[in-house]
């Protein structure tokens, strides 16, 4: 019998539960992760002289050879105003609607680096491939328009 290693499907949020802004998480299963959403949070009040705060990616840059991608929601600044300094640290392809990734990509121009960064427009309703992970983007209603709730199809459940 074939000794087969058993994978477990991982979320691992890496900010936004239980605190506003920094939305960011990641999915990882076998030798496939790509994370959620890549948002700031604004500095509290004990934070002086800090600008911004954003999401610890340590743990892909460990991994940086698993990374297939980040998918991004919305383009909300709790959601998409990391990415900038985050692609600096791990340059992987973003994929988001139209209106979200035109909002991200003055971001890139802002930052010098858009030429860098591989951007790639889904509409909402199609299906994208990341690894073992296939990511459904699935039209909502939100403050800001073109938003996109997501269903992630696993090898072991739907999320
Ligand atoms: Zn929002």
Redesign the pocket.
Known sequence: MANRKKNNLKVIPLGGLEEIGKNMTVFEYGDCIFAVDCGVAFPEDEMLGVDLVIPDVSYLEKNIEKVKGVVVT?G?E??IGALPYILKKINVPVYGTELTLALLENKLIEHQMLNDIELKVVKAGETIKLGVFKVELIHST???AD?AALAIFTPVCVV
């Open positions: 919305h909300h709790d959601h939100h403050s800001i938003s």
